[in-house]
């Protein structure tokens, strides 16, 4: 970034509208001077605040820059002009105050202005946090970074020289970005953390399965050890524990199938017993039930020979009954028929004879109907003149209203050749004028994209801020519950060892009664214990007793004493790890915001006003891009669109120009083909009889009305006539017809009356009423199904009785030399044989269920077991490797990852720096960097010491003088500088500004530093010095000199010495 011209308006000392035009001084090397407050600093703070819309070397904010020589009402307002790579820009921001009509206070809140223009006065970007960010973008350098590697601020870069290792650990990693290398030591330590606590897990999962383990009843303590997880051969234990359960579960096995065995056999004499019960049970309700069928066995014989005789009158009298009826209704239908027919023939006669005298009165009739005829065919002839007439109008009438339609396409297509002229000389202009549009658009589309990206960063944050505050809730919660669960371990605890304390005194107690009651009967004891000899009458004194305490109490304290401890360890786990998470998640979460906000701290991005802020920011920026993508892409449409209708255009005026003298040749044509036509059509009309062909037309409609009129009568008369006789002769042959099948049906119905009275008297019948009656059934029934039933009623009843007495005879030969068993002994023998059962089973599932938990535990501790082997090896490796990237302690201190990779640039940084103080000092000086710390736990590698070569003495830098100081703090500035910039991709610095602090130095350092500070101006570099110090005014001869006017402020003199 090179300054062009910098304009302030009520800025600090500033009161006036200044400008500063860099591009008039005469040289790279320039000096700002002027008396102490004059407002020197403040064109550097201008330049700043131009770029980013803040300060230098201050936590000032902007409206605190508003000049006090200037009312309220007159806005602050700065205008920088530079370039950068070789293209200018210009960025303007101004604040403005609005006054409070009720409190007469003033407010800028809201007036808070920026804009930055390319060099063709086009906007780049709007509003604060865009103008900013846009900046940022074409310098390469945030605010923080210009300020230590552009603009030395006064005191600045003196604070890096005496900078603690930690504080310039932190200004290295923001000047050259060492996310990469903490976000590898966090990759490690979280990695070590993860499987640290996978490792923990596992273990907790092996002592929980240990701890519910039901350890067998009667093993020792030794054998009981032998089962908890720690133990190097629980494996071992475990499997001893399993076939030992085998052999039991086996042993219940065999005694189950013997009771099995004995139910089986109970239950099979019980079956039978049953079965031959049920035999005698049957046999008397058999007995019981023939002589009921033998009771009903005389109706059966009755109803037997009723059904014969229904069958004799259904089957052969009753159709011959039948029949006779069917013969005498077709003899009565005949008669009906022939007097019917008789009179219909009288009838139809009449009708023939009056059709016949009609016939022949229609002979006149015909005669007009043939001269009719005559005459049509006559008009007919005619007809194809008149179509012919009637064609040739209807050409010339298409042919002129063709070229009425013709002429209106003509003028209008002459009216669109105009319009088309006019439509394509404003495209070419639109086009002309829009050239500059696609390429503005893309620029405009990169813009939002990138505020889009930044929103939506800005969005995941807060959402990830949201849910870490959740986090953070269930942490407390989990705190709480840990110190509670703690409390209630550390009880239980004292509890049980009170309680074994009590447990060895009452053993004690006991033996010592012992021991008195052995005094008593031998005179004579020994302690079991201590091998002490007790005879009776000396002094001693033996444990008194404190109340009954059994193991199992001691033993069930403990147990519940394990328990809580081993819950609180779990709630201990889980909260650590969860807390390690919750870390994690926030160092993940501010390095995603330091993305967007570089220099904000944890404690800011925790405030929910903070990210607000940058989210309002954000959007503000995604806004002005949105609109201003959106009206470069609507100029690139509209470059678009002209070009497309310039393309289209072109070629369709071309095509317009020749159908337009294309169009007046046909006219032309058109005029004298109507001419010629219309006199052909005038001949012909002046040769035909009718003057209309309409006329003709009507006139053979009227004589071919009439014709088929008379027609139609005759044609009436005849059909009439023909239809008559038809009918007639239909009538009197079905007439003649009947009169011939009357006397056949007569003697049939003889014969049939004959047949079935014979049939009544030879089967016993009285009448043919009886028949009648015995073949109609009951209820409406069909009588071939009634007389069906009533024979299958009968079988039945012979088959029951049949079957009856075949089943009493097999059953009485089974119960035959048979008694009546007792059942009750059956069921008392079978239950008592069911308990022994059950007894059996019960003891096989428990065997079973202890072997399958026993199972059970082996497989889940050996899991476990395994699981923590195949990591032993694993996590030895990361641990070592995360403390060494963490920067465990060490001889020579801590040296972090992160701290290794930036002592490697800050080498460079001290080599770049001792060129420069190699002139300064005459050779004097060397800055190098101490390797080691300054104990095992100081962190190590960016310290820095200071070589004097005069005396060959190594020293700390804070020995140094301050004129020595200024001299090492500005090379190393300078260092940075350089190093910055080549890390930076070779992006070139093309301007430097140092505020003060050469008042330190003497004459001939005074000289060496100017020295220094002319070789930094090769290559175009723009170098700035800010001091009131004489001697540099002499050494410095283009300077910009400040002066301060009292209440008029502050105004600038640009001059060369």
Do not use: W
Request: proline share 2%; aromatic share 4%; glycine share 6%.
């Amino acid at each position: 970034m090179r300054p062009s011209i910098l304009v302030m308006t009520a800025f600090g000392s500033y009161r006036d509208r200044t400008v500063i035009d860099f591009n008039q001084l005469t040289s790279d090397l320039y000096l700002i001077t002027g008396d102490t407050g004059a407002g020197k600093t403040t064109i550097f703070d201008a330049i700043v605040y131009a770029l980013y819309g803040t300060f230098s070397g201050s936590e000032r904010k902007p409206e605190m820059m508003h000049s006090d020589f200037a009312d309220k009402s007159t806005d602050m307002k700065v205008e920088l002009t530079f370039t950068e790579q070789g293209k200018q820009y210009r960025v303007e921001r101004s604040l403005h105050f609005r006054k409070n009509q009720k409190t007469k206070e003033y407010d800028c809140s809201n007036g808070k202005k920026a804009i930055l223009y390319d060099a063709d006065g086009q906007v780049l970007a709007e509003k604060e946090t865009s103008v900013t960010a846009r900046c940022e973008e074409i310098t390469g350098l945030n605010a923080d970074q210009f300020t230590k590697i552009v603009m030395l601020a006064q005191g600045q870069f003196r604070r890096f020289l005496s900078a603690g290792s930690d504080e310039r650990q932190k200004i290295l990693g923001k000047l050259f970005d060492d996310t990469a290398c903490r976000a590898f030591e966090t990759l490690l330590e979280n990695a070590r953390k993860e499987l640290f606590r996978q490792r923990q897990t596992a273990g907790a999962a092996l002592t929980s399965t240990m701890e519910a383990f039901l350890v067998p009843e009667g093993l020792s303590d030794e054998e009981r050890a032998g089962f908890l997880p720690g133990d190097p051969d629980l494996l071992l234990h475990l499997d001893d524990l399993v076939r030992k359960d085998q052999k039991r579960a086996e042993d219940a096995g065999k005694a189950l199938d013997e009771a099995g065995a004995a139910v089986l056999s109970l239950t099979e004499k019980k079956t039978l017993d049953q079965q031959v019960k049920q035999n005698f049970d049957d046999l008397a309700a058999l007995n019981q039930r023939l002589e009921s069928l033998k009771k009903q066995a005389p109706e059966i014989e009755r109803q037997k020979e009723e059904n014969d005789r229904i069958d004799l009158a259904l089957h052969r009298v009753l159709p011959l009954i039948l029949q006779r009826n069917r013969d005498r209704d077709e003899a009565r239908k005949v008669q009906e028929a022939i007097a019917s027919l008789t009179k219909s023939c009288a009838e139809l006669s009449a009708r023939v004879s009056a059709c016949d005298a009609a016939v022949k009165g229609d002979a006149e009739v015909s005669r007009k109907v043939l001269d009719l005829a005559a005459k049509i065919r006559g008009i007919d002839d005619s007809m194809g003149d008149y179509d012919d007439l009637e064609t040739r109008e209807k050409a010339l009438k298409a042919l002129e209203t063709r070229q009425e339609s013709d002429l209106k396409k003509l003028d209008q297509l002459k009216k669109n050749i105009q319009t088309n002229e006019n439509a394509l000389k404003q495209m070419k202009e639109a086009r002309d004028l829009l050239k500059d549009a696609p390429a503005d658009k893309e620029k405009a589309s990169f813009a939002l994209e990138e505020a889009v990206k930044k929103l939506d960063a800005a969005k995941d944050v807060k959402t990830r801020l949201q849910s870490i505050r959740e986090k953070e809730k269930e942490l407390d919660l989990q705190k709480d519950t840990l110190q509670k669960k703690t409390q209630e371990a550390g009880r239980l605890a004292t509890e049980a060892n009170d309680l074994y304390q009590k447990f060895l005194a009452s053993q004690a107690a006991i033996l010592g009664m012992e021991l008195e009651n052995t005094l008593e009967k031998e005179g004579n004891a020994t302690c079991p214990v201590c091998g002490a000899h007790f005879v009776k009458g000396q002094e001693h004194h033996f444990a008194a007793g404190t109340g009954e305490i059994t193991r199992q109490k001691v033993d069930s304290a403990r147990k519940k004493a394990d328990t809580a401890e081993k819950e609180r360890g779990n709630l201990e786990s889980a909260f650590q790890a969860a807390k390690s998470r919750l870390a994690a998640e926030k160092d993940s979460l501010l390095s995603d915001y330091r993305k967007l906000v570089p220099e904000a701290a944890m404690e800011q991005l925790l405030q929910e006003e903070e990210v607000d802020r940058t989210m309002t920011a954000l959007q503000e920026a995604f806004a002005a891009a949105e609109k201003e993508e959106k009206k470069a892409a609507e100029r690139a449409a509209a470059y678009g669109k002209a070009l497309a209708g310039i393309e289209k255009y072109e070629p369709i005026l071309d095509d317009q120009k020749k159908n337009e003298k294309r169009g007046e040749e046909i006219i032309s044509g058109q005029r004298a083909d109507i001419s010629e036509q219309a006199g052909q059509i005038r001949g012909k009309k002046e040769k035909l009889p009718y003057k209309e062909k309409a006329d003709a037309v009507r006139e053979r409609q009227t004589l071919d009305d009439t014709r088929r009129n008379l027609q139609s009568e005759i044609d009436q008369h005849l059909a009439l006539q023909k239809k008559a006789l038809e009918a007639y002769n239909s009538e009197s042959g079905k007439l003649n017809t009947r009169k011939e099948e009357a006397p056949v049906r007569a003697k049939r119905l003889a014969a049939a009356q004959e047949e079935m009275e014979k049939a009544i008297t030879s089967f016993g019948f009285s009448n043919e009423q009886e028949v009648l009656v015995l073949t109609t059934a009951p209820y409406g029934e069909e009588m071939e199904s009634y007389l069906k039933k009533r024979r299958q009623s009968v079988t039945d009843f012979e088959n029951e009785r049949k079957n009856t007495i075949q089943k009493r005879d097999e059953l009485a030969g089974k119960c035959e030399g048979r008694q009546m068993p007792d059942l009750e002994a059956d069921e008392k023998a079978l239950l008592e044989a069911k308990e022994r059962q059950a007894k059996a089973r019960k003891e096989t599932e428990e065997a079973a269920g202890i072997r399958q938990s026993h199972e059970g535990t082996r497989k889940a501790a050996a899991s476990k077991v395994q699981e923590l082997a195949k990591t032993d090896r694993a996590y030895a490796i990361l641990d070592r490797l995360g403390s060494l990237a963490g920067g465990a302690n060490a001889e020579g201190g801590q040296v972090s990852f992160d701290r290794f990779v930036l002592s490697s640039t800050f080498e460079e940084v001290l080599r770049m720096a001792n060129v420069r103080l190699d002139t300064m000092t005459g050779g004097r000086y060397e800055l190098v960097r101490r390797e080691s710390g300054r104990a095992r736990n100081a962190k190590a590698g960016l310290d820095i010491s200071i070589i004097d070569h005069r005396t060959g003495l190594e020293r700390d830098t804070a020995t140094i003088s301050g004129g020595e100081g200024f001299e090492a703090s500005l090379c190393l500035a300078l260092g940075l500088s350089d190093v910055v910039q080549r890390k930076a991709g070779g992006r070139r610095i093309e301007a430097l500004f140092v505020d003060e602090g050469f008042g330190t130095l003497d004459d001939e350092k005074l000289d060496n530093a100017v020295t220094v500070l002319k070789g930094l101006t090769g290559g175009g570099k723009l170098v700035g010095v800010i001091s009131h110090v004489d001697r540099l005014r002499e050494a410095i001869p283009t300077q910009i000199e400040v002066t301060s006017t009292g209440k008029s402020g502050s105004h600038v003199a640009m001059r060369s010495v």
